[in-house]
């Protein structure tokens, strides 16, 4: 009977994301995507295009931190977010035609001001996305996201392996065809999904400075991973090219399929998790075999970089959806802080190496990676933040019932619901009896409560910020302190306790 209801649950997560039909224009990201590709990065032919990098990225972060700024005091309109949207596309593609230019006339002054123009360009036309993605509830954002960041993959792949101006000409067309994917975009009729409640309103401002600091540290690390040893870019041949934009492809529908096919939860612990491994994977390499594996281990950090844009935007318009702030507050500073940090690791490197470092740079060099990974994982691989709503849960969920189908009540103990429902000091009561008479921890106790409240272990485990595992594991060692075998068993000994206490 339960395999057949989760059975259920999984069709029917399936399904919502084409419950409407499938709106091909919100893939116009991944326009975008291969834009930046081709002007930013020198398609991923080497880690990145090197000074042109560093200049490019630099506007491009300040740009999203200024606009956040301004979003801040002034909220965005929809004239203004038209102004964004246009400016973007033509900032794009004039940075784009000097890049050409400059590359065929070895100019550095055309190129200097194609790495201003093109960087500016960037923070607009990403942003321009925001307006249209911000309308969609979280499991087709997850959807169209992950397939255009595996298609915009896919496209710097194939013209990684073209001429350098055929590259260009190429980018050169991609503004125009964001913007005509993205007009049509924020015009599609996809229905009204109710409006979230603004619960990340109540955060403390501690979470956003836990949360952006976590950001700026992995993007450092990032960036010094980017230019190892000495700054200047590496290399990437047809093998660790593959490795990039394939693996890329690979972990993209990998999370299409976790969160929508088998209808598992796509938390941000999960996610950033599987940043941290490839990441750390890249370092290890690195710091073992810093000659020989160099190409690859900066192939599988690039990986983790790229696959970090679909995180932070499938997270960030999660956040979005949930605060009265505007959007453009919401990705621009996250996105600066993570682009600015990267751009400072990447100028420190040349830094490093202008004053002829080189003897001892490399250890010292993975051993700043390496902090700056272990702070960005103690920041945000925690269940503490955020407070107030687990990052990436379904709008639709029902915390009480979400493994029951549509149309059946919960079963619950109505005498034990009275009882711990009616006050949350209730439930701390039985809380507080649990833990004196029965040696429980402060989490198992907190399980067993709600458990006797008839709520379900995925309901436990978002209410309590843990993993659905840590709950078993919770109940089971509660269990056995209590005595009991079954959740009947709690519920009578709760019931016991609560008709003592009256």
Same mark, same amino acid.
């Given at each position: 009977?339960?395999?057949?209801?989760?059975?259920?649950?999984?069709a029917?997560?399936?399904?919502?994301?084409?419950?409407?039909?499938?709106?091909?224009?919100?893939?116009?990201?991944?326009?975008?995507?291969?834009w930046?590709?081709c002007?930013?990065?020198?398609?991923?032919?080497?880690?990145?295009?090197?000074?042109?990098t560093? @200049? %490019?990225?630099?506007?491009?972060?300040?740009?999203?931190?200024?606009?956040?700024?301004?979003?801040?005091?002034?909220?965005?309109?929809?004239?203004?977010?038209?102004?964004?949207?246009?400016?973007?596309?033509?900032?794009?593609?004039?940075?784009?035609?000097?890049?050409?230019?400059?590359?065929?006339?070895?100019?550095?002054?055309?190129?200097?001001?194609?790495?201003?123009?093109?960087?500016?360009?960037?923070?607009?036309?990403?942003?321009?996305?925001?307006?249209a993605?911000?309308?969609?509830?979280l499991?087709?954002?997850?959807?169209?996201?992950?397939?255009?960041?595996?298609?915009g993959?896919?496209?710097?792949?194939?013209?990684?392996?073209?001429?350098?101006?055929?590259?260009?000409?190429?980018?050169?067309?991609?503004?125009?065809?964001?913007?005509?994917?993205?007009?049509?975009?924020?015009?599609?009729?996809?229905?009204?999904?109710?409006k979230?409640?603004?619960?990340?309103?109540?955060?403390?401002i501690?979470?956003?400075?836990?949360?952006?600091g976590?950001?700026?540290?992995?993007?450092?690390?990032?960036?010094?991973?980017?230019?190892?040893?000495?700054?200047?870019?590496?290399?990437?041949?047809?093998?660790?090219?593959?490795?990039?934009?394939?693996g890329?492809?690979?972990?993209?529908?990998?999370?299409?399929?976790?969160?929508?096919v088998? %209808?598992?939860?796509?938390?941000?612990?999960?996610?950033?998790?599987?940043?941290?491994?490839?990441?750390?994977?890249g370092?290890?390499?690195?710091?073992?075999?810093?000659?020989?594996?160099?190409?690859l281990?900066?192939?599988?950090? %690039?990986?983790?970089?790229?696959?970090?844009?679909?995180?932070?935007?499938?997270?960030?318009?999660? @956040?979005?959806?949930?605060?009265?702030?505007?959007?453009?507050?919401?990705?621009g500073?996250?996105?600066?802080?993570?682009?600015?940090a990267?751009d400072?690791?990447? @100028?420190?490197?040349?830094?490093?190496?202008?004053?002829?470092?080189?003897?001892?740079?490399?250890? !010292?060099? @993975?051993?700043?990676?390496?902090?700056?990974?272990?702070?960005?994982?103690v920041?945000? =691989?925690?269940?503490?933040?955020?407070?107030?709503?687990?990052?990436?849960?379904?709008?639709?969920e029902?915390?009480?019932?979400?493994? =029951?189908?549509s149309?059946?009540?919960?079963?619950?103990?109505?005498?034990?619901?009275?009882?711990?429902?009616?006050?949350?000091?209730?439930?701390?009561?039985?809380?507080?009896? =649990?833990?004196?008479?029965?040696?429980?921890?402060?989490?198992?106790?907190?399980?067993?409560?709600?458990?006797?409240?008839?709520?379900?272990?995925?309901?436990?485990?978002?209410?309590?910020?843990?993993?659905?595992?840590?709950?078993?594991?919770? !109940?089971? %060692?509660?269990?056995?302190?209590?005595?009991?075998?079954?959740?009947?068993?709690?519920?009578?000994?709760?019931?016991?306790?609560?008709?003592?206490?009256?």
């Amino acid at each position: 009977m339960t395999d057949d209801i989760d059975a259920r649950n999984r069709a029917h997560a399936w399904k919502a994301p084409w419950a409407t039909p499938f709106f091909a224009p919100f893939l116009g990201l991944a326009a975008t995507r291969v834009w930046m590709q081709c002007t930013f990065f020198g398609a991923y032919a080497q880690s990145d295009a090197g000074t042109l990098t560093i @200049v %490019n990225q630099l506007f491009y972060g300040l740009a999203m931190l200024i606009g956040a700024l301004i979003a801040l005091k002034h909220h965005a309109m929809p004239e203004a977010r038209r102004a964004v949207s246009f400016a973007g596309t033509f900032l794009m593609t004039v940075g784009s035609i000097l890049i050409l230019l400059g590359s065929s006339s070895s100019n550095m002054g055309i190129l200097l001001a194609a790495c201003i123009l093109a960087g500016i360009g960037g923070a607009l036309g990403g942003a321009m996305w925001i307006e249209a993605y911000i309308r969609l509830d979280l499991r087709r954002c997850i959807l169209y996201a992950f397939l255009s960041l595996a298609l915009g993959s896919f496209g710097g792949l194939v013209l990684s392996f073209a001429p350098v101006t055929t590259m260009l000409a190429a980018g050169m067309l991609m503004p125009a065809l964001s913007l005509l994917c993205h007009q049509r975009a924020v015009r599609i009729d996809i229905g009204t999904p109710p409006k979230p409640k603004p619960v990340f309103d109540a955060e403390p401002i501690s979470t956003a400075l836990i949360i952006v600091g976590g950001l700026a540290a992995f993007g450092f690390a990032l960036g010094v991973a980017r230019g190892f040893p000495l700054g200047q870019p590496v290399q990437l041949d047809v093998p660790e090219r593959m490795v990039h934009q394939l693996g890329v492809i690979a972990v993209s529908l990998f999370i299409i399929w976790w969160s929508l096919v088998k %209808n598992r939860r796509l938390g941000f612990s999960f996610l950033w998790r599987i940043e941290i491994t490839l990441v750390a994977f890249g370092t290890l390499a690195l710091s073992l075999f810093p000659d020989d594996a160099l190409p690859l281990a900066v192939a599988v950090i %690039n990986a983790a970089d790229t696959l970090m844009l679909g995180i932070m935007w499938v997270t960030l318009q999660d @956040v979005a959806r949930h605060t009265s702030r505007d959007a453009y507050v919401i990705y621009g500073l996250a996105w600066a802080a993570r682009v600015l940090a990267r751009d400072a690791a990447r @100028v420190l490197l040349v830094f490093v190496a202008s004053m002829g470092a080189a003897a001892y740079a490399a250890s !010292a060099i @993975v051993g700043a990676m390496s902090f700056a990974l272990a702070l960005s994982m103690v920041m945000l =691989l925690t269940s503490e933040i955020p407070r107030t709503r687990p990052l990436l849960t379904w709008d639709d969920e029902v915390p009480a019932s979400p493994a =029951l189908p549509s149309g059946r009540k919960e079963d619950r103990n109505p005498a034990v619901d009275n009882a711990l429902d009616a006050s949350d000091g209730s439930l701390e009561r039985t809380e507080a009896w =649990l833990r004196e008479h029965f040696g429980l921890s402060k989490r198992e106790a907190q399980v067993a409560a709600l458990i006797a409240m008839g709520r379900s272990k995925i309901y436990i485990a978002e209410h309590l910020f843990i993993a659905d595992n840590t709950v078993r594991t919770h !109940a089971k %060692n509660a269990y056995a302190k209590l005595g009991v075998h079954s959740n009947q068993e709690l519920i009578d000994l709760i019931e016991q306790q609560e008709a003592r206490m009256r």
